[in-house]
């Protein structure tokens, strides 16, 4: 059983810094593409960064220049560095993991970006 589970999250001051983690267990991560996704109080869950297995990135355009997504694949592990955050970037933020017809979700982690 594959199992995904964030960490990092927590409340931050605008314009801080957070970086979260996803752990991944039950499979290597090599071929998975891996995405982060957010959800706030109200809104539809949208996806903010995902990486391919391929090294090849996509990010939305609202976190462009300041999140950036990185892969440890030796660690089983996938990164979110968030510069520059706004409050408009608080949610809560989901790991996926997707390969061929396998599709895994985490529980999700709390960012909060407020005074």
């Known amino acids: 059983q594959v199992q995904l589970v964030e960490s990092g999250g927590g409340l931050v001051q605008p314009g801080g810094s957070l970086r979260l983690t996803c752990g991944i267990s039950?499979?290597?991560?090599?071929?998975?593409?891996i995405g982060w996704f957010r959800q706030a109080p109200g809104k539809e869950r949208e996806g903010v960064s995902c990486?391919?297995?391929?090294?090849?990135?996509r990010d939305a355009e609202t976190v462009k220049g300041r999140f950036t997504i990185s892969r440890d694949n030796a660690k089983n592990t996938v990164y979110l560095q968030m510069n520059s955050l706004k409050p408009e970037d608080t949610a809560v933020y989901l790991c996926?993991?997707?390969?061929?017809?396998?599709?895994?979700w985490g529980q999700g982690t709390q960012v909060t970006v407020s005074l």
């Open positions: 996926n993991a997707v390969w061929l017809m396998n599709n895994y």
């Open positions: 039950g499979d290597t991560v090599y071929y998975y593409t």
């Open positions: 990486m391919a297995s391929t090294g090849l990135i």
